[in-house]
């Protein structure tokens, strides 16, 4: 199986730079991602991790270690509209059904 | 502007009675997935298909969930009989699986079916 570790709250003041961790563990791994969920609204896919190192998307940023089963978001000169929860999500191998961490609830102050 | 469309948007009924959720996948998707989201368990998986096949449903209670697909455009999730502790949103996403087994990265998401089992 697999398992996802991410902090349930981070606080950051508009228009700084957060990173949002996640660590995982699983058998097989095909690929990580990253997803935004506005309160009340459904994910949106941000990012898409399958080799190491960092993928540039704008202001946001995704950063892979396989080998530390190991990843970070990190989004850049917050907006207030940056507040969200951030889900990161395994691919693993086999029959690939994404599973979801709890999320990191962020909240972004003026 | 292609979208997963989900129905009911929102579903209040009573302890005991039957609910049908339904979800209209991305045409051309040809991987159906359905979550269970609580603010404490934040996203399970419940189920998956592949080209219409369930994959998976090792995360649903077998006794009174069943999914199925019964053509590429209607994925159905059924509870029978619901339970209070099934009030929850229902979320059905579709992507697409690409040839070599490597999906392309993104699932879209329906807008969700909100559950209250009174």
């Known amino acids: 199986g697999q398992n996802i570790d991410q902090p349930t709250e981070m606080t950051a003041t508009e228009g700084a730079i957060v990173q949002i961790n996640c660590t995982y563990q699983t058998s097989g791994f095909n690929g990580l991602f990253w997803y935004q969920q506005h309160a009340g609204e459904a994910p949106t896919f941000l990012s898409y991790n399958v080799l190491d190192g960092l993928e540039e998307k704008g202001r946001f940023s995704s950063f892979l270690s396989r080998s530390k089963g190991y990843s970070y978001l990190l989004l850049k000169e917050l907006q207030m509209k940056d507040s969200a929860s951030y889900l990161c999500?395994?691919?693993?191998?086999?029959?690939?059904?994404?599973?979801f961490g709890i999320g990191t609830k962020l909240q972004v102050i003026p | 502007d292609a979208r997963v469309t989900q129905t009911p948007r929102h579903k209040v009924t009573e302890m005991g009675q039957e609910v049908t959720m339904r979800c209209q996948p991305i045409l051309g998707h040809n991987t159906v997935f359905w979550y269970r989201q609580t603010m404490m368990q934040g996203l399970e998986l419940l189920a998956y298909f592949r080209n219409r096949a369930p994959l998976d449903d090792s995360g649903m209670p077998k006794d009174r969930f069943s999914a199925e697909m019964p053509d590429a455009t209607l994925a159905t999730l059924k509870i029978q009989p619901s339970e209070p502790r099934d009030s929850a949103v229902y979320f059905c996403a579709s992507g697409l699986v690409q040839r070599g087994g490597l999906d392309t990265g993104e699932l879209f998401f329906g807008e969700g079916s909100r559950l209250t089992v009174l």
């Open positions: 999500a395994l691919l693993p191998g086999g029959y690939q059904k994404v599973t």
